[in-house]
């Protein structure tokens, strides 16, 4: 499997659940706003014998000349948006969502942004989603996952996708939160979504205030961590610009 980052860049957040870009060389978090905080984003490509895989959508943000930034990524890995086949999403916060859908200027409709692909969406997250809204969901750009082929409503609490692919419906970070395995060739890359977001939650007990059930989340990253530790999982981090791919079992300090 061939695994490519798609990393969008390092944004504040603070109570208002805004994502301000940050660039860690000039910007000084200590001018933003009390309490905010730092986060990374980064989808992931997955590249298997039958698929390309998004994991993930990204932040929904432009680049200056107006290019959805996760298709200006994927085309400097050399994809075309529409040879993407399936979107697996962990869950539909807008930092994970944004870039599921786009917003037509003229119209005001909004259409999908990979639209050969099949995304699998959690049936119960969509439905938490939509009748959640702001500021941690963004409905309107939700709604084109509605009444449309191209998305699969994922109701089971686990199943598989395909010959290749499984998920798990685990909550802790959002009640009806998924993960993923891949499997292929003897290599098993697992996508935790933000209930794994960065390699260094992993390594320590840590319950985070932004988690619908943190000790949850702290628990699952304890049994993953240990379980892919003695499987020889490939973890992808959300979160983690420093360390996106880490293969259990080396040392990443
Ligand atoms: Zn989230």
Not at 77 to 104: C, E, F, W
């Amino acid at each position: 499997m061939k695994i490519i980052p798609l990393m969008e860049g390092a944004f504040s957040i603070d109570h208002t659940k805004r994502f301000v870009p940050f660039d860690v060389r000039h910007d000084d978090l200590q001018q933003r706003p009390v309490g905010s905080l730092l986060v990374e984003i980064q989808p992931f490509v997955v590249i298997t014998d039958t698929d390309i895989l998004l994991l993930d959508a990204g932040l929904g943000y432009r680049t200056r000349d107006g290019i959805l930034q996760i298709q200006r990524n994927l085309s400097e890995a050399g994809i075309n948006s529409m040879d993407v086949t399936k979107v697996l999403m962990s869950h539909l916060h807008k930092d994970h969502a944004g870039g599921i859908a786009s917003k037509d200027p003229a119209t005001g409709a909004y259409t999908l942004n990979f639209p050969s692909a099949e995304y699998y969406v959690q049936s119960r997250e969509l439905a938490y989603a939509l009748e959640k809204g702001a500021p941690s969901y963004i409905a309107e750009e939700l709604h084109p996952l509605e009444g449309t082929d191209r998305v699969v409503l994922l109701d089971a609490d686990e199943g598989t996708i395909g010959p290749s692919i499984r998920f798990k419906v685990t909550g802790g970070h959002s009640p009806f939160h998924q993960v993923f395995w891949i499997e292929e060739g003897g290599q098993t890359v697992f996508f935790g979504g933000d209930d794994a977001p960065q390699l260094s939650q992993m390594k320590n007990r840590f319950i985070a205030k932004y988690d619908y059930d943190g000790k949850k989340c702290m628990e699952l990253r304890r049994q993953w961590w240990q379980e892919g530790g003695e499987k020889h999982w490939t973890f992808l981090f959300y979160h983690d610009v420093k360390y996106p791919i880490v293969q259990s079992g080396t040392n990443n300090s």
